[in-house]
Nanobody
C-alpha cells in the first residue's frame, strides 16, 4: 500500500525559509507524479506545483514562482518543497499527493490517488 508522509512544517518568521518533505513508501517514486497543495484557514485547498517522474515541474500558483522550488530524491523516495522568502500569506497546511502515471501532472486534488495528512506551516513574526 502506498503511503505519503509530509514533514518539515514549522513556525517561521516572514522572509525565512523551510524545506518540506514528502516521503513515499510502498512503491517506487519514479513511477509517480507528486503534487503539493496547501489549504489556508477558511480557504479552499489549492495546488502549488506538481513534479513528474522526469522531474519536470508544473507550477500552479504565480505567487510562489521564484520563491518555491521542487525537487525529488529517488534514492530516498522523497519529494521536497523548498520555500524561501516566506510571507504570512503562505501560512497553511501543506499536503502532498501522488498518482501513478508517466509524464502527466495536475493541479486538482481529486486527480491524485494517494494523499498525505499534511504539515502545518505558519509564517508570523
Amino acid at each position: 500500500q502506498v503511503q505519503l508522509v509530509e514533514s518539515g512544517g514549522d513556525l517561521v518568521q516572514p522572509g525565512g525559509s523551510l524545506r518540506l518533505s514528502c516521503t513515499v513508501s510502498g512503491s517506487t517514486l519514479d513511477d509517480y507524479s507528486i503534487g503539493w497543495f496547501r489549504q489556508a484557514p477558511g480557504k479552499e485547498r489549492e495546488g502549488v506545483f506538481c513534479i513528474n517522474g522526469s522531474e519536470r515541474v508544473t507550477y500552479y500558483l504565480d505567487s510562489v514562482k521564484g520563491r518555491f522550488t521542487a525537487s525529488r530524491d529517488a534514492a530516498k523516495n522523497t519529494v521536497y518543497l523548498q520555500m524561501n522568502s516566506l510571507k504570512p500569506d503562505d501560512t497553511a497546511v501543506y499536503y502532498c499527493a501522488a498518482k501513478r502515471v508517466r509524464g502527466v501532472c495536475s493541479g486538482y486534488w481529486r486527480w491524485y490517488s494517494y494523499r498525505g495528512q499534511g504539515t502545518q506551516v505558519t509564517v508570523s513574526s
